[in-house]
């Protein structure tokens, strides 16, 4: 039943470099002058992801072409792949461009890339030391490098290659969101606050240091600095689902459920990947402030068939079949989560309470005593549901 504070949210990725920067000096070759329409579609124009990949592939199957050119035609499907969000088939192609061009800068750069999405941080991290080695000076590599460490919980080396990027780039409004991420990590939140605000003074348009500002802010018991940094997120980036997400967890915590939910409600179509944890936050504010149990309970129910096995949302069930009457449902399915976790004493208590309403009372008054032995307070918040023995 507790809503429990996700940690500061994995910045996104976003692609560094323009794909242009692989090519546009390098289509001197005799296969490349003039452009066939599928070298002009792999390479510059095509109106689609999908038209690229098509004439890209096309390419790869011929015979002839020098190995530079190749490993563009590679790298630029790659790229396109990179796009699609399929970053297995990115990772392959840059991989196969690196066999034929072992020491380009660019394309190492990006497959770095293509690994951090993708949260394989050892292999971007090796793509980066190798790339650092080639060229210490190349732009982003030591902002990449430390997110590759940050993914790693290598946080002081993420922290040193944040601090040597801002050296070359005081401005980077990246580098500085990751120092505040690793200051808030070690519990430095007013480093953190000010790592977060240097970086929106150097990008306003930042949603990722909006949304972690905002964060640090809620951990200071700073209400309505969190509540504005939040709609500042959502406002540079609609798309932030989790940011009006955990608005709408302060708004709960305000007591103004109608604005709570509405902001789930919005969370839900921007950011469908956390949608059991979503439901079931709609599910436990609908339940405990009478919103319509049938409603809370559709919510549970959706919750539970993404995560059939979640603890915490079985339990938020437990409770509104508690105040649906179904006791004999409260009581079968409590057995089954003692047996996970038996000393659960919210769990004892609702038991209690089903048991005493069919019959068994001196069961029920046991359970009862036993969850208030472990956890006194329950009695006086099942009060305010309505719900005693």
């Known amino acids: 039943m507790s809503k429990a504070k996700a940690g ?65 035609v590679h790298a630029n499907r790659a790229y396109a792949f990179s796009l699609k969000e399929d970053m297995e088939a990115a990772v392959r192609d840059y991989s196969f461009a690196l066999v034929l061009e072992p020491k380009n800068r660019i394309v190492l750069f990006l497959r770095g890339e293509a690994h951090l999405i993708a949260g394989n941080f050892r292999a971007a991290l090796a793509d980066y030391d190798r790339l650092l080695a080639l060229d210490p000076a190349f732009p982003f ?27 070359r780039m005081p401005e980077d409004a990246g580098a500085h ?5 690793i200051e808030y990590s070690y519990g430095s939140y007013g480093e953190a606050l000010t790592a977060f605000t240097t970086a929106l003074r150097h990008d306003p348009k930042s949603a990722d240091a909006a949304y972690n500002r905002a964060v640090t802010h ?14 500042l997120a959502l406002t540079i980036d609609p798309e932030r689902g989790e940011a009006a997400f955990w608005r709408g967890m302060l708004h709960e915590g305000e007591g103004d459920h109608v604005a709570a939910l509405a902001d789930i409600t919005y969370a839900l179509l921007h950011n469908p990947k956390e949608e059991a944890e979503y439901r079931n936050a709609s599910c436990w504010i609908r339940a405990s402030n009478s919103l319509g149990l049938e409603s809370a309970l559709s919510e549970c129910e959706q919750a539970l068939a993404i995560q059939p096995d979640n603890f915490n949302f079985r339990a938020n069930r437990v409770f509104i079949w508690l105040r649906m009457g179904r006791f004999e449902a409260v009581r079968n399915e409590a057995d089954a989560l003692l047996k996970i976790s038996p000393d659960a004493a919210e769990i004892i208590y609702m038991r209690g309470l089903a048991r005493v309403r069919l019959g068994d009372v001196a ?27």
């Not at 490098?145 to 922290?159: H, I, V, Y």
């Not at 969101?177 to 991420?181: E, H, N, T």
Request: hydrophobic share 45%; net charge neutral; proline share 2%.
């Open 8 to 72: 500061l949210c994995v910045r996104r990725v976003a692609l560094a470099l323009a794909i242009a920067m692989l090519f546009h000096a390098r289509t001197g070759t005799a296969q490349a002058a003039p452009f066939s329409d599928d070298r002009w579609l792999c390479m510059v124009a095509a109106d689609t992801l999908e038209a690229k990949i098509a004439a890209c592939s096309r390419l790869t199957s011929k015979e002839g072409l020098a190995s530079s050119f190749r490993a563009m």
């Open 141 to 167: 590599a030591r902002y990449n490098r430390g997110r590759a460490n940050e993914g790693l919980g290598n946080k002081l080396d993420a922290l040193d290659d944040y601090q040597l990027a801002l050296r």
């Open 177 to 181: 969101v990751g120092i505040g991420v």
């Open 218 to 231: 809620e951990r200071m018991n700073n209400v309505p600095a969190a509540m504005a940094d939040y709609t």
């Open 363 to 389: 069961g029920g008054d046991q359970d009862v005593d036993d969850a208030l032995w472990r956890a006194p307070s329950l009695e006086a918040r099942y009060r305010e549901y309505g719900l005693t023995r």
